[in-house]
């Protein structure tokens, strides 16, 4: 690997803990290859809700409140809730933490959101600020769609590099005590943008920043892919998923079996999703079920967990502007006495 | 004062210490009462680009630069860039980050959003995570109105509550070494909302979790108002301010006459804007001008910065919503060798 200038890289010497962790899905999403690890399969997707902006809202609500739960805690012992989520404004993760009682501090990541909140979340929990968190992001198809791209009336077909919004929402509880998966450094990304500006291909803007934050996290950790048990990308889908198989390749670096991406593996073939999932909710729920049972469950004891995001904005581009991303990174360890940093 | 369950202040033991500050405003804001100790003053507030949002941009990227190069410093000494902004997705922080080769923290707080970043960015420099970091805000009257209310061309009317979206910018670099006015603690607000649904009455909505943040603030630091030379709220405007003394009053706090607010004091009565300004860079131009300059002069010594936001979305007020708030806080002090907390 060539060596460049890097240093995106922090370290936990404290082992923040995930205490607690839960996932709410739609019924697509459900139906898909992690059906039996989420927590929550709504029946509908509008959750009974009037709009599908209030049902991704109560989404993440639920996600907030089961993962309090699972931590066998009482809303008050929450000292602050880091959320995000793609809709203007962060307004699902705004009125979620109207409804909490407790500071809020709203990141903004795009899909990056959910290893961008367990990235401050852990800073905060290891500088000893405060001692319980909740990290916690979202999106809904049916919000996201019509707000980046067409009306759903409108019935548009889909191109063959799109990929398929998830319904979903996950929440992590980050603590200082407790037991659980440590996070034990993190890796912030830069914005790279390799000039794309179809907005039917996500992955393609994607695979870039998290080249960019994976070869720093490699390089500042000196650490290389085979040091993990599982490299998992958020959400670049099959054709991202690709590209960035082979932008590291050029620079040296094989991802090899171990590395898989969220987006590429939540839906089955028969689903029709084209390249696979996206949107914050895509790596969320699978981190919040899939992931971390199966760290608990001993299959895996290291994870690079690298979220990505599309920073696309609908007047950036009628303004003739390319698209760029972001992904930031974290590795969750089981330590089992282990000592952090 | 009532006291009540408050948890939300968190303590700097390592001093980070803000050593540089630039501020960009427009040719309107220059003629306001700050108009001298602002770094640059646009002579037109499309600054030489041929949309509202690139120049509100070009305009946080002027500052940040300022800011570095205030601070003696280049840009590959900056560790992070910690931003956000009014316009959906957070483009004009997006894109400016997109500028600066250096990792990306994409924050959240609308008007907060200067005291979000400082707070956020003081943790990572404490918390021993990174040496400097990048703040930065800012807001374009231009890019705001039409986002928010009426196309610019309509003309509308504004009603008497309403206030002036300021066209201004602001950065502060902060640093674990170096000299400057130190942030020693910060107060993280919680989301309140008092049921507000027009949205030509900001203040309104944003005095209520100024309030709970202050509240907070008092008795998480055992402080109280005369403790500090100045306590200045972000952009409240005339009418917020007052909502926001008698709220206090109303709790048994009296701000007394060191307290002030910058939505207030931007414009000068000649101007015509009503409830006065508002907006990201309203307070962010304010703090990294005038009031950082009488601390370096020894006018200020100790400055409680509470920047308040309201987390106004289009979609949530068609569809039934009230309009909820937001403010965080930081303690500004100049310590001459006094340790931290």
Redesign the interface.
């Known amino acids: 690997m060539k060596k460049e ?1 890097y ?2 890289t ?1 370290f936990f010497k404290n082992c923040p803990k995930i205490i607690g962790n839960f996932s709410v899905v739609g019924p697509k999403e459900g139906l898909g290859n992690f059906g039996e690890y989420f927590d929550v399969i709504l029946k509908s997707d509008d959750f009974n809700e ?2 599908y ?2 049902s991704e809202r109560k989404m993440l609500e639920t996600a907030v409140t089961g993962a309090i739960k699972s931590a066998k805690l009482k809303n ?1 012992d929450i ?2 809730i880091l959320a ?1 989520d793609l ?5 699902s ?3 979620t ?2 409804t909490f ?10 899909c990056s959101t959910m290893a ?1 909140s367990l990235a ?1 979340g852990a ?2 929990i ?2 000893g ?2 001692g319980r968190v909740a990290c916690a992001t979202g999106s809904h198809f049916s919000t996201a769609e019509r ?1 980046f791209r067409f009306p759903l009336e409108l019935g548009n077909q889909k191109p063959p590099t799109s990929q398929w919004t998830c319904t979903a929402s996950g929440c992590s509880i980050l603590s200082s005590k407790g037991n659980g998966p440590c996070i034990t450094s993190a890796t ?6 390799y000039g794309i500006s179809d907005v039917n291909n996500m992955g393609a803007v994607m695979a870039p920043p998290a080249m960019n934050t994976l070869l720093s996290h490699f390089y500042d950790t000196k650490t290389k892919p085979t040091d993990y048990d599982l490299i998992v990308t958020g959400d670049l889908g099959k054709f991202g998923k690709q590209v960035l198989i082979e932008l590291m390749e050029d620079k040296g670096v094989i991802l090899g079996e171990n590395y898989v991406d969220c987006g590429d593996m939540m839906f089955k073939e028969s689903q029709d999703t084209l390249m696979g999932g996206s949107g914050c909710g895509c790596s969320a729920s699978v981190l919040n079920s899939y992931i971390l049972q199966k760290m608990k469950e001993g299959v895996y004891n290291k994870v690079l967990f690298v979220a990505t995001g599309v ?6 581009a009628q ?1 003739g ?1 390319t698209i ?1 991303g ?1 992904a930031h990174c974290v590795v969750i360890e089981n330590l089992r006495g282990k000592k952090c940093y």
Chains 1, 2 share one sequence.
């Not at 809709?87 to 307004?91: E, R, T, V």
């Not at 912030?188 to 943008?193: C, E, M």
């Open positions: 200038k240093n995106q922090i009037k709009t902006e209030k008050e000292d602050m995000g809709l203007n404004q962060s307004i993760a705004s009125y933490a109207r009682d407790m500071p809020y501090l709203g990141v903004f990541g795009a961008e401050v800073c905060l290891d500088g600020y405060f707000q912030f990304g830069k914005v790279t943008d920073l696309l904005s609908t007047t950036a303004q502007e760029p972001i």
